[in-house]
């Protein structure tokens, strides 16, 4: 049953990928607004939505580590997985704004999620509106000054939808995602938890690759139609999204306590190390580009990171 729901919940993800990305190219023309705008607000908010789900969810349920774990290791997941396996597909051209706004609200987000939770092990109530205040400030910053971060290939092929027809892909596609992550994730702690592994580890790896898929099918399905500002828009505002809004909003519900201390000792580093390493992979071998070969650096970088873990 477990191996059945793993299945359905990766068809619903690929689907709803595709539903969501032909949305999104159709707010971007209708609206105007560039594309890395719509990849970092409207997909982004969507291949988050999991991630919301199971951190409230775990953390009312009294399963702190899985709400904390789930987003950490979905963050590494999606630099090190998802971007890896994207530009390993095409090369990314990454644009100044990249470098300038995006990079760095996603690295102050990640610091500062480590020093709220790092000296008392819980992220209060206090700092989970600090959190969802910073995510309004950046998104009224977006939309404020429209701006473009990675070259678009293929304009001639971007669809105008009736508004309808726009709004149905949008609900059809965030919902395939929401019931393709529950079931994947249902599948996925099911088979994980007939191992005896720790709440910790299946979030930090089984329950964040789940969580990750949205991103992983909307990233692939944008790059392979060449609509790459929304790939690395969604990579990127969906590890901003998972900090200030999944955890801001978890946090504002109920407090969120460290249990293992594998997660501050260990995991939260590598998170750091990651939303880091993006910065430097953008400007070698060669200026403002993401390759196949720092796809190949960040796919070994993860799995060195999967294997410390289970290990």
């Given at each position: 049953m477990d191996l059945l729901y793993i299945v359905i919940g990766l068809v619903l993800l690929v689907l709803g990928g595709n539903w969501l990305l032909k949305a999104a190219v159709a707010i971007s023309l209708k609206l105007h607004i560039p594309k890395i705008v719509i990849g970092m607000t409207v997909v982004s908010f969507a291949t988050s939505a999991p991630e919301l789900i199971v951190s409230i969810k775990s953390a009312l349920e009294g399963y702190p580590d899985i709400a904390l774990g789930n987003v950490v290791g979905s963050n590494i997941a999606n630099l090190g997985l998802v971007l890896g396996v994207t530009v390993l597909l095409a090369s990314?051209?990454?644009?100044?704004?990249?470098?300038?706004?995006?990079?760095?609200?996603?690295?102050?987000?990640?610091?500062?999620?480590?020093?709220?939770?790092?000296?008392?092990?819980?992220?209060?109530?206090?700092?989970?509106?600090?959190?969802?205040?910073?995510?309004?400030?950046?998104?009224?910053?977006?939309?404020?000054?429209?701006?473009?971060?990675v070259h678009d290939e293929a304009p001639e092929d971007d669809e105008a939808l009736p508004l309808p027809k726009l709004l149905f892909f949008l609900l059809l596609g965030g919902v395939a995602l929401w019931g393709g992550s529950e079931l994947l994730i249902d599948g996925a702690v099911g088979t994980a938890k007939s191992f005896g592994v720790s709440d910790r580890v299946i979030a930090v790896t089984v329950v964040s690759v789940g969580t990750s898929i949205p991103e992983l099918a909307a990233s692939v399905i944008a790059v392979l139609k060449k609509e790459k500002a929304i790939s690395l828009g969604n990579l990127i505002g969906s590890n901003i999204f998972n900090i200030l809004a999944v955890l801001g909003i978890t946090a504002i519900i109920t407090p969120v306590k460290v249990v293992d201390a594998s997660l501050l000792g260990s995991d939260i580093y590598w998170m750091l190390g990651f939303a880091f390493a993006v910065l430097p992979l953008v400007f070698f071998p060669k200026g403002l580009r993401l390759g196949w070969r720092d796809g190949i650096i960040l796919l070994v970088a993860y799995i060195v990171f999967v294997y410390i873990t289970i290990r």
């Open positions: 990314i051209d990454v644009k100044k704004s990249f470098y300038t706004t995006d990079w760095p609200v996603m690295m102050v987000a990640s610091v500062l999620l480590y020093l709220f939770i790092a000296f008392d092990g819980v992220l209060s109530r206090t700092e989970g509106v600090i959190l969802c205040v910073l995510l309004i400030a950046f998104l009224v910053y977006l939309l404020k000054f429209q701006k473009t971060a």
